[in-house]
Structure formats: structure tokens, C-alpha cells
């Protein structure tokens, strides 16, 4: 059972580079999440999904974009990598709201 | 404003012994909490979730306790395994919202 897949797993970006990290689930899944995980700190979140097409914004959206046009697939957007943007970032998905969250192994992602 | 703190960022414990994690949150709308484990290069895994009409929930060695009127969760672990370090997160959700707030996280270290 796959759960949520996320890749890259680790990352290095210069200053000013874009990138899509892939998030996808086999779950079936309605909602999507996008979290960063700074050290010492919990999970924040960047954007959310609630199906295909539909995408909101969570505590720290900004510098990212997201889209939705599958159930299945979540890819999270950086278009102008910054120093600050340096952390890990976690996929996860649920089939209802505020249901328990499957979490994928997360992509470390460094800024340089 | 950090509306789910979970105060301590570490605890060790003696294994065979309980091991009890805080969590306190401000928000009064919140009704539906979880716990959540993370082992290091992992995704956090679901442990334990509890709804505001309950002030308790067991499963297995896990328990978990809510106080409302003290906004106040906890973790209890009986008996505590080597298997159990990891850090915990807390994480609570209010109705209608469609995404989890989470704590900082706890560190629990279990010595042989």
C-alpha cells in the first residue's frame, strides 16, 4: 500500500530557482495538505485542497503555488526559491474534514 | 499566536514507566484533537484522536485525556517502550474548518 508518495525526498536549490515537489495518493482521497516543518517548530500549513479544482490558502502561503486537477495528485509550486523556504515540506491527505491525516515521508528541501 | 503549545520540547522517560505529554490550546471552538508520532526521516503516523464529547480515549498502552475547561490534553503511554521514542505532535481541529493546528512538539526519549 502506497499511502502518499512524495519526491523528490531531498533537494538543493539555489536562490531564485523554481521547483514542483510531487505529492500523490492512491487513497481516494478528497482532501489534500501541504505542510512545512521548520526546526523546533510543528507543522504549518501552506495550502490545502478539498477536490479536484478546489485550493485554499493555510497559514503560509506565500512564495508557493499549488493545483489540483486530479484527486490523486497535489504538486506543491516554489517559483522564486529563498533562504527562508529552506525547510522539510509534508504532503498528507484525509477522506474527511479534520479526519486523521496520512502523511507522506516528507522532502527535505535546502536553499542555497 | 500560537493557538496549540505544547510547552516541553523533550521528556525522557524509564522504560516500563508512563510517559505523559501536554498540550494546551486557546482556541474554545476547537472540538476534535489527535495525537500524532514522528520518527526521524518519517512522516508523522496518526496515534490517537478524541472528540469534545469525550473526556477520555483509550487504545492499547494509549490514552488520552481532555480537559476542557483547562484547554488542556495529554498523552499517557503505559508501559513506555524503547520503540515509543519519537516526537510527539498534538494537533486539534474546530467545526467547520477543514485543517488541523498543530503543536510544536514533545521529544520523548525512552531509556533502557
Known amino acids: 500500500n502506497a499511502g502518499v508518495t512524495q519526491t523528490p525526498k531531498f533537494r538543493i536549490l539555489k536562490i531564485g530557482q523554481s521547483m514542483t515537489l510531487q505529492c500523490t495518493q492512491d487513497?481516494?482521497?478528497?482532501?489534500m495538505y501541504w505542510y512545512r516543518q521548520d526546526p523546533g517548530m510543528g507543522l504549518k500549513l501552506i495550502y490545502y485542497?478539498?477536490?479536484?479544482?478546489?485550493?485554499d490558502k493555510g497559514e503560509v502561503p506565500n512564495g508557493y503555488n499549488v493545483s489540483r486537477s486530479t484527486t490523486e495528485d497535489f504538486p506543491l509550486r516554489l517559483e522564486l526559491a529563498a533562504p527562508s523556504q529552506t525547510s522539510v515540506y509534508f504532503c498528507?491527505?484525509?477522506?474527511?474534514?479534520?479526519?486523521?491525516?496520512?502523511f507522506g515521508d516528507g522532502t527535505r528541501l535546502s536553499i542555497l | 499566536d500560537q493557538q496549540v503549545k505544547q510547552n516541553s520540547p523533550s521528556l525522557s522517560v524509564q522504560e516500563g514507566r508512563i510517559s505523559i505529554l501536554n498540550c494546551d490550546y486557546t482556541?474554545?471552538?476547537?472540538?476534535?484533537f489527535l495525537w500524532y508520532k514522528k520518527y526521524p526521516a518519517e512522516g508523522p503516523t496518526f496515534l490517537i484522536s478524541?472528540?469534545?464529547?469525550?473526556d477520555k480515549n483509550e487504545d492499547g498502552r494509549f490514552t488520552v485525556f481532555l480537559n476542557k475547561s483547562a484547554k488542556h490534553l495529554s498523552l499517557h503511554i503505559v508501559p513506555s517502550q524503547p520503540g515509543d521514542s519519537a516526537v510527539y505532535f498534538c494537533?486539534?481541529?474546530?467545526?467547520?474548518?477543514?485543517?488541523?493546528?498543530f503543536g510544536q512538539g514533545t521529544r520523548l526519549t525512552i531509556n533502557p
Open positions: 498528507a491527505s484525509s477522506s474527511r474534514r479534520a479526519q486523521p491525516q496520512h
Open positions: 487513497m481516494n482521497h478528497n482532501y
Open positions: 485542497s478539498v477536490g479536484a479544482g478546489i485550493t
Open positions: 482556541n474554545s471552538m476547537f472540538d476534535y
Open positions: 478524541i472528540s469534545s464529547i469525550k
Open positions: 494537533a486539534a481541529a474546530y467545526q467547520g474548518a477543514q485543517k488541523l493546528v
